[in-house]
């Protein structure tokens, strides 16, 4: 049986659906200009979200769509060109607005806000944003945390019926998902029901703290989605608050806890959030990480005070586990073995079905446990054993694919730090820097000691880089998938 021909016509309209709501999340910072009397970035925010509005509807108005069929190649192809097309238009205000970055440059800060990875080519010693650019990147982290697709199932519940749970599948991070309600919409509205009230109840808490009302919505945004992003260079630490440390741990952890079991908490199924394997795998990761940190910082003679052997290793654990990138200042004396564990935690990540980045936990512990069956089998070779996860058998096929995602994922790591190598970066930066941008942790290459920030890279290693963060967040097959020939194959 052959395929049928992509459905380019109802494809290209639910792009140009997507850029008008684009287009309505860059009212924010517009008025965020206007309030700060930053006329001329209000002016270019005001005219790019008007272009881009008017081409999104001209894009719905104007293609004739014979059949509404959405299948599996349409939704993989939506999803990559969405995250494609949403970072051109949302890197204009860059390019025209005060910063006057240059494509490169504003293509890679747009790419970093919607991955969520929080890399920047902007140093430290450089003025800051004006307000409203800075929001803009605030909104960018918070819209691709949670996902520009299923935002757009939750908003247009005509896509349940046409290809919903397969663009579902193709965008939120995970090995399997489950529906939490009957139509995927309201699974899709539940999760960012769930995604907003974390992030309205972080800006009042950051708010009741030290933080302007404006720093609190920015760092709520950019903790919640995990992506990092801070309205200040020295991020949390520059406001000197245990309070504010304590609250941004908090929220960075749920954000790298899978939203459905979160939904099932605030339902009170409190039984399948303890029975949850994964999330007490994640849970004692953390604990076991910070006494490690906290071991290594003592045996280098790095504290001052209990703070640095307890909350500040605990925040740099969980901002480092959740890809969040939020770094205290002290990491980067803590020590060699302190920066080991960082690199292990990177590859890990966070849960599947959360904001965080990484390989995923899931993951780490499906491999664990077929490799601990394999190695029973050399012993007794007419065993039957299978991978259990949560109780529940896992397929052989599922457990291939686990395997396969994570041969990719490293094999996707060496090919972009080779590329990068052969462009004249450092060897050491350039395998970290793309390992950084495919876990969406974003950490500076500084972090190493080798070498200094993205500021200093060519245009074309951005480019790469910029692909990277974008096959990390749409977790490798999504776009892989579409470069092969039978994908394109009628």
Known sequence: MKHQHLNYAMLLRVVGGLLAMEALFMIIPFVTCLIFDEDHDALVFGLVAAGTAVAGLAMMRSLKVHTTRFGKRESYLLTGTVWVVFSLCGMLPFIFGSSQLGVSDSFFEAMSGFTTTGATIRPAGLAPLTHGLMMWQAVMQWLGGMGIILFTLAVIPALNSSGGMQMFNAEVPGITHDKIMPRISQTAMSLWGIYASFTIILTLLLWFGPMDFYDSICHAMGTISTGGFSTRPDAIAGYDSDYITIVVILFMFLGGVNFTLIFNAALGRWRKVRANDIFRLFVGMIFLFTVLFAVAIFAGGKYDSWRDLTLYPLFQVVSTITSTGYTRPEFLVWGQFVLALTFIMMFTGGCAGSTSGGAKI????????????????????????????????????????????????????????????????????????????????????????????YALIPDAAKWVLSAMMLIGRLEIFTVLVLFTPTFWRR
């Open 362 to 453: 899931d993951r780490l512990l499906y491999l664990q446990r077929h490799v601990r069956n394999e190695l029973r089998r050399c012993v007794h070779p007419n065993a039957i054993l299978s991978v259990r996860i949560n109780g529940n058998v896992a397929s052989q096929e599922l457990v291939g694919k686990v395997i396969s995602f994570l041969a990719l994922y490293m094999i996707v790591i060496v090919v972009g730090g080779t590329v990068l190598a052969a462009m004249g970066l450092p060897t050491v930066d350039s395998f970290f820097s793309a390992f950084a941008c495919i876990s969406n942790t974003g950490f500076g290459a500084s972090v190493t000691g080798y070498g200094d920030d």
